[in-house]
Each structure stands twice: as C-alpha cells, then as structure tokens.
C-alpha cells in the first residue's frame, strides 16, 4: 500500500470477517516487502501502534523489533500493560526503555506549553532514535499512521496554521535512512478497532480512548513537577476506573483529568490543608474538530470528588470543566 489516498471505492471494515481479509492482505503485503529483514516500531501502547505491532507480529515475528519509551507521562498501569500483551502474551523483541528522569529533568521549569510539546517531541525522537543505533541491520521503520493523521497534515501543511504541535504525527525523523511500513494508513479510526479485535488484542487496549502523544505532560499544566504529576496520575486513574464501573467509558469520547499549578486552601483532619484543584474534563465529538460537553450525574461527581480528595495526596478541590470545543481545545496545553 505505497499511495496515501484512500480509493474511493475501499470498503469500511465494520466486522471481523472484514477485518480477517484486510489481516490476511497485510500480512501478504508486509511479508513481500520486509522479506527477511528487520523493521523498528515505537510502540506508545496506543490503539495505532498497537494494532500495527500486532499485525506485524503475525507477519514477521520476531523480525519486528518493538521499542516502548516510557517518558514518565503515561497514564496508571499503561507501561506495564505494553509488557504484559507484546513482551509476555505476544512474545514479541520487545525493547523497555524507562526515560523517565530524562524527561523529567529536561522539563523542569518549563511552563510555556509549546515549549513543553517540542521538548517532550524532540527528546522522544532521541531516546528512540539512540535505541535504533544499538540494533543491527534495521531496514525498514513501522508506524501506527492512521487516515485521518495524513488528512490532517495535508490540512495543516496547506493552511499553514496547526493550532498545536502534534507529536506522534510527524513521520521520519529525517536522518533516518528507512523506509516506512504503515499497514493501517488508510484507515480510520473505527476500523483500526476492529483490526485490533479481530487480531485478539484486549478490549481495553482496542477501545482505549485518545491520549496525546505528550501524555500526562499537558494535562499537568504549567512546569509539571514530579509530585504534581503522581497526583494527576492517580486521579486520572480513580476518574477512569468509575467511568468504567459506571458505564460511561464507551459513551464518553475523551475524559480526564488537569491540574493546574496553583493552590488553594482546604482544611483536612480539622487542619489547614494546601491542595491543587483537579479539573475533570469530559467531551464528546466525532472529529476533535468540535467538541461537546458530556453531562455526568450529579451522584458519580460528588462519588467522584470525595474519592478523589480523600485518595489523592495532594489534591482539595475537584472542579468541573463546562467549556465546549471551541471555544476551549479538548486539551488544556
Ligand atoms: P485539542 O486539544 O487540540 O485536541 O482540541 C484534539 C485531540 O487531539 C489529541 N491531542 C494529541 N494527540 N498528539 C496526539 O497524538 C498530540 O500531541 C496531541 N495533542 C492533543 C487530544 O487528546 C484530543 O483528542
């Protein structure tokens, strides 16, 4: 699949027989085009790369060589469920690089979220790329580009005007002399989901919901700060777990949590009490472009709150984000 147009009469995947067929052609086409050499993929553990890695674990086995770079911005439990399905259950040459106090320490102090972005973007592509140097005889460089990624570079390079700097979406880094394997390109969304399924990868891991390649990183506003992070990490963690106890996590798009870096004053055990406010942020939208506010019950907020406040060192406040998109981006940063 070299071209990055969509044939106008290309069948939606909408069921796992269909899925099985795009599967099967994939594998014939990776296979023609890999032949016994190596190919490198970042593997976030997000739905792309995911459903790319195990793809290509079917096609080429332990010629695919995945490396996870765990930057210290990723959600409760994602890294160690990025082991448990491709290094344990799969199998695969899967390479764990844990960056974090690189990361860390490169945005300490930093606030300005652009700056932040291009931090996080340029030092993912170091890590990745001094992993790369160590590996022998790498031809070929996978990646989990979808559809509406190529849409919307396209969208961008002809305004001039992105409104943030994706990471994740900029292809190549230029020095690196491979060529590209991206057997999910011109699919969307729904049907990578349905590749994934089909491919046998948790329903967890399939129906997960967007998370920026920046991660954590700008949804810890401001300069992130090591403790502010944990707090924001377990707080996302207990607002996911109750959306999914409560139905919610497939009827809400995207749901998360901010923190910003101020501090107001609580009390707690009868005692003057510092804490940051976490903001819960919850939308739904079919695009990103646009964004609605999805009205939670008022009984899951207040549950919501006194877990969060009583579980969370750190945290006194819970507030709720009512701003639709635009006027407010779907992310804070
Ligand atoms: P905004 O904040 O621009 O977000 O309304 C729109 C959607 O894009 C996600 N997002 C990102 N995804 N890399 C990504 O892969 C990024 O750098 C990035 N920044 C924002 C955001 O979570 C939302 O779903």
């Given at each position: 699949?070299?071209n990055?147009?969509?044939?106008a ?47 290509l ?25 990025v ?16 960056a ?57 390079a ?78 996302d ?8 106890k ?26 003057r ?15 990103a ?7 939670i ?37």
């Amino acid at each position: 699949m070299q071209n990055n147009v969509r044939p106008a009469d290309m069948e939606r995947i909408t069921t796992l027989e269909q899925a099985n067929a795009f599967i099967d052609e994939q594998v014939k086409e990776v296979r023609a085009q890999v032949g016994d050499k190596k190919v490198l993929l970042a593997l976030s553990g997000g739905v792309d790369s995911s459903v790319v890695a195990a793809l290509l674990i079917k096609a080429i086995g332990k010629q695919l060589v995945c490396v996870h770079v765990n930057h210290g911005l990723m959600r409760k439990g994602e890294s160690e469920q990025v082991i448990e399905v491709f290094g344990k259950a799969l199998d695969a040459n899967l390479i764990y690089v844990d960056a974090t106090d690189r990361f860390l320490d490169l945005l300490a102090g930093v606030s300005d979220p652009e700056k932040k972005r291009k931090i996080i973007g340029a030092e993912f592509i170091k890590v990745f790329d001094e992993e790369a140097a160590k590996l022998d005889g790498i031809s070929f460089l996978a990646q989990g580009t979808i559809y509406p990624d190529i849409l919307e570079s396209i969208k961008a390079a002809e305004s001039g005007k992105p409104v943030k700097s994706h990471h994740n979406v900029g292809g190549l880094p230029e020095d690196m002399a491979m060529s590209l394997v991206e057997p999910v390109k011109l699919l969307f969304k729904d049907e990578v989901r349905v590749v994934g399924e089909a491919l046998g990868l948790p329903h967890g891991m399939v129906y997960r919901q967007p998370f920026p390649g920046p991660g954590l990183g700008v949804r810890c506003l401001g300069a992130i700060t090591r403790d502010r992070l944990h707090a924001l990490r377990e707080a996302d963690a207990i607002l996911r777990e109750e959306f999914d106890k409560n139905g919610l996590a497939g009827k809400v798009w995207q749901y998360f949590i901010a923190i910003p870096d101020i501090k107001s004053v609580g009390v707690r055990n009868e005692m003057r009490y510092e804490g940051w406010p976490a903001i819960i942020r919850a939308i739904n939208t079919t695009d990103a472009m646009t964004a609605t506010i999805e009205e939670i019950p008022y009984a899951l907020l207040h549950h919501i709150t006194h877990r969060i406040t009583h579980e969370v060192e750190g945290i006194n406040r819970v507030l709720m984000d009512l701003t639709p998109k635009p006027i407010g981006t779907i992310e804070w940063e």
